[in-house]
């Protein structure tokens, strides 16, 4: 009888799980409140400079702890979609040029990422099959099966923002560690970039890589 009474609480703990998973999963399908909608509109457009590394293979191209200032592009399709658009991006090591454009769904978050970014005013923004070109022609938003992706959250009450796009492509990947975004930074996008390869110089010559 004990172990019937046993395996009947495991099975039940089971489908509790299963349930609390399935529960959660769709509630991330869902879309957040349309007041943040409508403050990451505000927020997320037009060309913003955002400080960002590049790995390829889990090495760090950039180089620098600090990053590397980039400039992303956010435009507002009618359906409510945000496309995220970089264009002929390329840094320290990297081989190429990369030119990235994907279309990304604003989602609420799960309960295991509501841990991880506490507090009011978090949003979680999904895009895949990302369309990927190292040619600098002008890419479509997506290309269906190409698997690139992008990852990210933002805050519409501090202005915090955090994501990863990876290009499904030589294991590179854009991450943008969590940073506050400041408007004024496109106004100096050219000279931080030219202090940025400025330092990028000294480090290489720093770790012997020149």
Same mark, same amino acid.
């Given at each position: 009888?004990?172990?019937?009474?046993? $395996?009947?609480?495991? =099975?039940? !703990?089971? #489908? /509790? +799980?299963?349930?609390?998973?399935?529960?959660?999963?769709? $509630?991330?399908?869902?879309? &957040? !409140?349309?007041?943040? /909608?409508?403050?990451?509109?505000?927020?997320? #457009? +037009?060309? /913003?400079? $955002?400080?960002? @590394?590049?790995?390829?293979?889990?090495?760090?191209?950039?180089?620098?702890?600090?990053?590397?200032?980039t400039k992303f592009s956010f435009t507002w399709r009618e359906d409510g979609m945000m496309? =995220?658009?970089?264009?002929?991006?390329?840094?320290?090591?990297? &081989?190429?040029? /990369?030119?990235? @454009?994907? !279309?990304?769904?604003?989602?609420? $978050?799960?309960?295991?990422?509501?841990?991880?970014? &506490? +507090?009011?005013?978090?949003?979680?923004?999904?895009?895949t099959d990302g369309n990927v070109t190292t040619s600098g022609d002008d890419a479509a938003d997506n290309q269906e099966g190409s698997g690139a992706r992008v990852d990210g959250f933002l805050n519409v009450d501090t202005k915090q923002v955090e994501f990863i796009v990876d290009y499904n492509m030589m294991n590179v990947r854009t991450e943008t560690f969590l940073q506050t975004i400041d408007p004024t930074r496109i106004d100096r996008f050219e000279e931080e970039f030219a202090q940025y390869e400025k330092d990028l110089e000294e480090a290489k010559k720093e770790q012997g890589k020149n």
């Open positions: 009888m004990k172990k019937l009474y046993f $395996l009947f609480s495991f =099975l039940m !703990a089971t #489908v /509790i +799980g299963l349930s609390s998973c399935e529960s959660d999963d769709s $509630l991330t399908n869902e879309p &957040p !409140a349309q007041e943040y /909608i409508d403050k990451a509109k505000e927020i997320l #457009v +037009g060309d /913003i400079v $955002l400080s960002t @590394r590049a790995t390829m293979s889990g090495v760090d191209k950039t180089l620098l702890e600090s990053g590397c200032p496309v =995220l658009d970089l264009s002929d991006f390329t840094v320290g090591a990297m &081989p190429f040029a /990369i030119t990235f @454009r994907c !279309a990304t769904k604003f989602m609420q $978050l799960n309960s295991w990422e509501k841990d991880e970014y &506490p +507090g009011s005013g978090w949003v979680k923004f999904v895009g």
